[in-house]
């Protein structure tokens, strides 16, 4: 369960993380020389990454809260990352204090900072699984997975910003059926993804540079992505520039001279 203690965690600081790449453009401290030498490079060939990885962390919290303001009282966020400010179940459970979450990412050091930190309401539960999205039978069998989500009721099954980490021959679109699947109707999925539609040039670039490190980043069209909402109703405004995405409107207003980098959306299933 959540609260057993666990194994000492297996690092490899000599290999780059996402998250903890996506960590260091946060502005967080969890990450190492690896992570950072493909942060900043990327830096260099797409100036507006770091933007990018706020607009992203922003779209969570707001498609974190619609979905809680609807009523979903569950959440599976596969890829989570490691924590920092409104983190999925802190924004749920601001709205429903009962809510449950289950956070699961393939980084043992975001499962150490998981247990320590991301501490629910005493009405809801938190659970941490360390899995690979690749994997879905591993996290939707989970013990802990079961133990605190009922997937006889709606469950927000959230990927955001992992999902351009899984390469085609691995094939994204099935590994995200399985997950939707799992879940009733009446259920959500919110997706972020990057792609080249907006600024193709500056985004090529960013995937370049990313691609230099061992964990290799595909750049996808918002046809493409939209396939991941199959059998999903999107809610308004549909796929959209992330930043955009049910943004404050005076946010909104700063949105014209940005360069956005990736789609978001979410869906509830038919």
């Known amino acids: 369960m959540a609260d057993e203690t666990p194994a000492a965690p297996k690092l490899n600081t000599l290999v780059p993380h996402p998250a903890r790449v996506y960590d260091y453009w946060l502005g967080g401290k969890d990450n190492f020389e690896a992570d950072r030498r493909v942060a900043e490079a990327v830096k260099i060939a797409s100036p507006g990454v770091v933007q990018g990885a706020r607009d992203n962390r922003a779209f969570l919290g707001r498609a974190v809260q619609f979905l809680a303001e609807q009523g979903i009282t569950q959440f599976l966020d596969i890829g989570t990352g490691i924590p920092t400010q409104s983190n999925t179940h802190e924004v749920a459970q601001a709205v429903n204090p009962a809510a449950r979450v289950v956070y699961v990412d393939n980084d043992p050091i975001v499962m150490v900072h998981a247990r320590a930190l991301l501490r629910g309401t005493p009405e809801g539960r938190t659970a941490y699984i360390e899995a690979d999205l690749r994997d879905p039978d591993s996290i939707l069998t ?60 500056s985004l090529e670039a960013f995937a ?44 909104a207003l700063l949105l014209g001279d940005r360069v956005h980098g990736g789609y978001g959306a979410v869906g509830r299933k038919l």
């Open 208 to 251: 370049e540079a990313y691609n230099t490190g061992p964990v290799p980043l595909t750049l996808r069209t918002g046809a493409e992505i939209s396939r991941f909402f199959d059998g999903f109703e999107l809610v308004e405004p549909g796929l959209v520039a992330v930043g955009e995405w049910r943004s404050d409107p005076d946010e």
């Open 142 to 201: 989970h013990p802990d997975t079961l133990a605190t989500l009922d997937f006889t009721q709606p469950i927000g099954v959230v990927i955001v910003g992992t999902l351009m980490f899984v390469k085609d021959e691995d094939d994204p679109f099935g590994i995200v059926k399985r997950y939707t699947d799992a879940v009733v109707p009446g259920s959500y999925l919110a997706v972020t993804h990057v792609t080249g539609d907006f600024a193709r040039e």
